[in-house]
């Protein structure tokens, strides 16, 4: 069975600071992705980056990027440069990489950045 | 906007009844998720359903049921409602259902918050 952890309920960061989320997860697949959604409060779940566990390179996308500790079992979200609305829940998630993509959510972190 | 179209935004019910949520996908995706956000039990799995056909189940409970229909959009059904279906629904797509994710990330949907009184 797959187990996503995020130990961080809640996070207050100053505006334009960097910020990390935490996640670790646990699996006894040989392969799986990783991934980073954000749920603003207006509800809806926004994709915002994946890690196959097979990457050797941490993904980035923009902003966001993914720091991939395999030996740990860690897949820490990384904001640079915080901005007023990436305040929002943030949730980790894991699913194999072959199949369906029935991914396991943590609880979420939820993140307010302050001006 | 994600261009997964979820209806009702809102279901307001009472105990006992039965309701259908609708999800139409992204255009040109064929695979779509069900999964439920409640407070107690966080986000879940339901089931997927990949160009017509059901593909994997998660927690779904037998009073739940879905469908995929030909033009691809997706209906939940739940019935014989109790308090615990409270909840927000998503549907959610995705391109390929052989395709690894970072080629075919779920793509989610509003969800419909179901209220059960």
């Known amino acids: 069975a797959q187990k996503i952890t995020q130990t961080q309920p809640g996070m207050f960061v100053q505006e334009k600071e960097a910020v990390t989320l935490d996640c670790t997860y646990d699996t006894s697949d040989p392969s799986y992705g990783l991934f980073w959604y954000k749920q603003p409060s207006s509800g809806e779940m926004i994709f915002l980056i994946y890690q196959g566990s097979y990457d050797q390179q941490n993904a980035t996308e923009g902003r966001y990027s993914l720091n991939f500790q395999k030996a740990r079992k860690s897949a820490n979200l990384v904001i640079s440069a915080s901005q007023l609305g990436d305040s929002a829940m943030y949730f980790c998630a894991m699913s194999r990489i072959q199949g369906a993509q029935k991914l396991v959510f943590g609880q979420g972190t939820r993140l307010t950045i302050n001006p | 906007d994600s261009g997964v179209t979820q209806t009702p935004k809102h279901l307001i019910t009472a105990t006992g009844q039965r309701v259908t949520l609708r999800c139409s996908p992204r255009s040109g995706d064929l695979s779509v998720y069900w999964y439920q956000q409640s407070l107690d039990q966080g986000l879940q799995f339901l089931i997927q359903?990949?160009?017509?056909?059901?593909?994997a189940k998660g927690n779904i409970l037998e009073r739940f049921s879905a469908q995929q229909f030909p033009d691809l959009h997706s209906e939940l059904n739940l019935s014989s409602l109790e308090l615990g279906d409270s909840a927000l629904y998503f549907c959610?797509?995705?391109?390929?259902?052989?395709?690894?994710?970072?080629?075919?990330?779920?793509?989610f949907g509003n969800g419909t918050r179901l209220t059960v009184t």
């Open positions: 959610a797509s995705s391109v390929d259902f052989v395709g690894p994710p970072a080629d075919s990330p779920l793509h």
């Open positions: 359903y990949y160009n017509g056909e059901e593909r």
